[in-house]
């Protein structure tokens, strides 16, 4: 199951056509996949009160807050790969990312006498990609923003393992920015990479 996380908060924005040109191609290969919007979920903040991370062991502690994210995070687990597509907003991923990664404390054990947290090992290996789209060119991405590092702190707990980056520049502006030649390549690129990661998938589950 591939599952597909669009963190934008724009309607028609360049990630909502990204992603469905992602969705497009894969149901033209009868892929089984699902598409979460996080601007369609209720994920409220972090109140830092810590109860779950007080249980040692490789068990998910238990958030109380009464949102969306314990859903997401059973889904995220039960998948093979996951994509994450995202603006760039002031050199990072947006702040839903830093929200969700607070609401993944649920990963860690950290009791009163720890200093410093120990993430848990639960689930399986998962493959990832993360695709940025953002206004300066996409080379800059890894050199000038803290995309990447964000992105492995969301990768660790769930065992997001060989994630592949690309990053889509010149975006910055009008909500319907068609897509260039060199974007419908990398788009291609992004599918194979797909497929040959549920391939390996299936063998692996066979
Ligand atoms: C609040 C805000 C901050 C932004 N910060 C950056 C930035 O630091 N670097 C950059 O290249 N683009 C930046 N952008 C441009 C967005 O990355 C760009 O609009 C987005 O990737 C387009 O995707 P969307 O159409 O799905 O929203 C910013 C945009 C907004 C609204």
């Known amino acids: ?16 056509t990204l992603c469905s040109s992602i969705t497009n191609l894969l149901d033209a290969q009868h892929q089984n996949y699902r598409y979460i919007k996080t601007r369609e979920l209720k994920i409220t903040f972090c109140n830092n009160c810590r109860s779950c991370m007080k249980s040692p062991g ?8 009464d949102d969306d994210m314990s859903h997401l995070v059973e889904t995220l687990l039960a998948s093979d790969c996951i994509v994450v597509s995202s603006p ?13 990664l607070e609401r993944m404390s649920v990963f860690c054990y950290w009791s009163d006498e720890m200093y410093a947290p120990k993430v848990r090992n639960s689930g399986k290996d998962i493959w990832g990609i993360l695709i940025t789209t953002s206004a300066m060119p996409g080379f800059l991405v890894p050199l000038t923003t803290k995309a990447r590092k964000t992105y492995r702190l969301f990768a660790k707990p769930l065992r997001i393992k060989n994630s592949s980056c690309y990053h889509f520049g010149f975006k910055g502006r009008a909500i319907d920015m068609p897509f260039s030649g060199r974007d419908s390549r990398v788009l291609d690129k992004i599918i194979k990479k ?7 998938a299936e063998v692996l589950t066979v």
């Open 1 to 16: 199951m591939i599952t597909i996380l669009n963190l934008s908060q724009r309607v028609n924005g360049f990630n909502d």
């Open 58 to 65: 490789d068990q998910l502690g238990v958030c109380y807050l």
């Open 88 to 100: 760039i907003n002031c050199y990072d991923l947006p702040s839903i990312m830093k929200i969700m």
């Open 194 to 200: 797909l497929t040959a990661y549920i391939s390996k």
